[in-house]
């Protein structure tokens, strides 16, 4: 079975800095996707970033963008040029490529904090 | 589109009773999901269907948990009876099985069993 480990239960940032989440996860799949959702108080879950495995490049998404390291199955999340309005928890999230839109599996989560 | 749409918002109800949940995915989506997050256990599968078939209910906790798909627009997930450790936040959420994109997820409904 797929396992997501987030090892941050909790991480700060300064108002307009960068911050660095940390994921790992472990698979003998080869084809796969990982994402990071955000999780504000409201408990809405927003998707934030897709990885599909296959691709070498690492995915970018505004001040949002992504570590992808395949051989150490290594997904982190980068946020630049941090917002109030980035504070939430996130999850990392890995679901296999096979047989269509399979479930999610989820790490325990990251709390970020956003200090002004 | 209006999103996945999630009924009650929230509901409190005493241990022992009946609690239906009720979820109606995006439209054109034929894989539906349910989860549910706890402070425990995190976010984790309940069950999930494609095209109205359940194909993994193996995260279903008990037998007093059962789902239904009776048709591609809506979905229930029933607790009977309740019990307080059934209290958590539960989410719907569907996804288009034919691009294999990701899942969007309802608003989820807060459950409190008193």
């Known amino acids: 079975a797929q396992t997501v480990t987030q090892s941050q239960p909790e991480m700060s940032v300064q108002e307009a800095e960068t911050v660095t989440l940390s994921c790992t996860y472990d698979?003998?799949?080869?084809?796969?996707?990982l994402f990071w959702y955000k999780q504000p108080p409201s408990r809405q879950m927003i998707l934030v970033i897709r990885q599909e495995a296959y691709k070498q490049q690492n995915a970018t998404e505004n001040r949002f963008s992504v570590n992808f390291q395949k051989a150490a199955k290594s997904f982190s999340l980068k946020i630049s040029d941090s917002q109030l309005g980035d504070a939430a928890m996130y999850f990392c999230a890995y679901r296999s490529a096979y047989s269509g839109n399979t479930p999610l599996v989820f790490g325990k989560g990251t709390r970020l904090s956003v200090i002004a | 589109d209006a999103g996945v749409i999630q009924s009650p918002r929230h509901e409190v109800t005493e241990m022992g009773q009946e609690v239906t949940l009720r979820c109606k995915p995006i439209s054109g989506h034929d894989y539906l999901f349910w989860y549910r997050q706890t402070m425990m256990r995190g976010l984790e599968l309940l069950i999930y269907?494609?095209?109205?078939?359940?194909?993994?209910d193996s995260g279903m906790p008990e037998d007093r948990f059962s789902a239904k798909m009776p048709n591609a627009s809506f979905s229930t997930l029933k607790i009977q009876p309740s019990e307080p450790r059934d209290s958590a936040v539960y989410f719907c959420a569907s996804g288009d099985g034919d691009r294999e994109e990701t899942q969007y997820f309802g608003p989820g409904t807060r459950l409190l069993v008193l």
């Open positions: 269907f494609n095209n109205n078939v359940p194909i993994d």
């Open positions: 698979t003998s799949e080869s084809d796969y996707y």
